[in-house]
């Protein structure tokens, strides 16, 4: 097992930078997520982990050691490819072996390995199918399977469940976690299903335009945001254009564009006056008929009318119109408000963040 | 009842369609057997009045007379195929790594390279064979075999490269990277991983190769003769005068093609397509 490191690496294509001075340390043992969007330079820099590209500035240390010229088949670092790239004219058993085969291992040796991983995936008696003969989350566990028979130090997971039906992916994600915290493999994971790097991370290292925005523990990126990208990436959230109006030890008084004025509770207040107060839907509390005991606090109440409701089972999606903001929030099952009724909320100014663009 | 009339009506129709599609594939071959074993066929009979083997045998060198005025076709058909092979084992040379780079790289003017294998083709047969009679004479390539060779690989060659560099392309670039991932250098990915799963395409190119010098008329007409006669030249000269004799080369020239075809679609079936997603 190792450690991977990446120190300011930087991989451009013509004068478009598609990494631009990343770094990332990934713990022997951990699993560290790549989120970002399409295009955000996630790709280049599994590609650059795994050698298929050599950064033009910057070095890639496994374990210690510099690897950043060392061709991908040297590298020892085991990859599982979006859709798979399971080699169609091999079985299963052949291509679980190929690696094997190439590092000269025992015939017997190279058969219980083989069977002993198969069994890991659950695919024990499928070493005689074709990939074609397989469902997709059958393939995807091949693919893992031929990364792991290998027991790579490094492993690199591109985008794994992105082709399978959403339920299995929920399946999936629990089970690729398990299996890499037995192994212990250090793993990078890329994906740019922000659930799915919140379920399975040690880390998430959250990339936008090849570099990394903000790098830390799902909760802590999730409440936390960095900036205002971060914050739009991880989840649904709404957004109200402010100045800081008086900050305080912990405390920002703060007034919207449309003279709204709210408090927001946060240990460090950006170093600028316009900001963007950040709120999620699930911290907008309606006030009508609770008894809360924060209700006669005076901050951070306002009044605001539903412009929309939407029924989704377990919740009921809410916009309101508050001053000339509209606003996402979420209700509990019973569709208790109507569109254009009059409500009171309360912003939670515990949970609200002050971010900068 | 109405269900019963709808059938009547489909089978009617396939049955014609069938008889239709036989008569357009199969009625020429039929033709030709039919003039192959005429011995004797009189105007305005509509079948032959006496049949038999004669032309076969004097064509396969089974019996040697002059009397029907057809001679033993083995050494041109010897001949037809050494030069399909030799054609088809020099052009795979060619196509293969050529195809394979215009596939795989960005080769610097790759669509140029591609357009000037087109080139013998993009123009009327005879200027260019006449033209390259002119050359092959003053360098002493013209009715030697290596000339034709050359020829064939002319006329061959672009739809050779086109094939392979087209197979080649389809292969998903990941598959290739999975080989490099667990340890395979590229030349052992191109071995193990490239090459079998092109194999159905580079053996579609290798026969479409082979049956193209097969059959190449014009080219070796004019650099070959005389001293080159493969079997189509003998069918050209046969066919004139006659018309028995010329059957049999026409049904002889088809065996070699529909072996080569048989034989590549076992090799894909029991290989490849089992494999293919």
Known sequence: ?357 | MHSTRKRLIRLTMELVLLVTVLLVLLGPVLSLVLWSIAETWYWPHALPQQIGLQYWHQALGIHVSLAIGAVSILPALLLSISIALVTVLISMAITIPAGYALSKYRVPLGGLVLFLFLMPNAFPQMPVFVNLLRIYTRIGLAGTVPGVVIVHMLVGIVFGVWITSATFKSIPPGLQDAARSVGATKLITFWRITLPLAAPGLLASAVFVFIKSLEEFTGTFFVGLPFVTTLPMMLYSASGYNMQFASVIALVMLVPSVLFMVLVQKLLRAEYVGGMG
């Open chain 1, 1 to 357: 097992m190792a450690d991977l490191r990446l120190e300011n690496v930087v991989k451009q294509y013509g004068r478009v930078k598609a990494i631009n001075g990343l770094n990332l340390e990934v713990p022997d043992g951990k699993l560290v997520t790549i989120l970002g969007p399409s295009g955000c330079g996630k790709t280049t820099t599994l590609r650059c982990l795994s050698g298929f590209l050599v950064p033009e500035y910057g070095r890639i240390f496994v374990g210690g050691k510099d690897v950043t010229e060392i061709p991908p088949e040297r590298r020892g670092i085991g990859m599982v490819f979006q859709n798979y790239a399971l080699w169609p004219h091999m079985t299963v058993y052949k291509n679980l072996a190929f690696g094997l085969q190439l590092r000269k291992i025992h015939k017997a040796a190279i058969k219980s390995k083989v069977e002993q991983v198969l069994a890991t995936v659950r695919l024990s008696g499928y070493e005689d199918r074709y990939p074609r003969e397989l469902s997709g989350g059958q393939q995807q566990r091949v693919a893992l399977a031929r990364a792991l028979v290998l027991e790579p130090e490094i492993l690199l997971l591109d985008e794994p469940l992105s082709n399978l039906d959403a339920i299995l992916r929920e399946q999936m994600r629990f089970e690729l976690a398990q299996l890499q915290k037995r192994f212990g493999i250090t793993t990078i994971y890329v994906t740019h299903d922000q659930t799915e790097a919140m379920v399975i991370s040690d880390t998430v290292v959250l990339m936008n335009e090849g570099r990394s925005m903000q790098q830390g523990s799902p909760a802590d990126i999730y409440r936390n945001p960095a900036n205002k990208f971060v914050a739009g990436f991880m989840g649904m959230t709404n957004f109200l254009e402010a100045q800081i109006v008086e900050a305080l030890n912990g405390f920002a008084k703060v007034r919207t564009t449309d003279g709204l004025e709210l408090v927001v509770e946060q240990s460090v207040i950006p170093d600028q006056s316009d900001v963007c107060i950040m709120i999620r839907p699930e911290h907008i509390a309606f006030l009508n008929e609770t008894n809360d005991p924060r209700e006669n606090e005076e901050h951070n109440i306002c009044d605001a009318r539903v412009t929309r409701a939407t029924y989704l089972g377990g919740t009921v999606d809410y916009e309101l119109t508050i001053g000339e903001h509209r606003i996402r929030t979420l209700g509990d099952t019973q569709p208790r408000y109507q569109v254009n009724q009059e409500v009171r909320v309360r912003l939670d100014s515990e949970q609200m963040r002050l971010v900068c663009n």
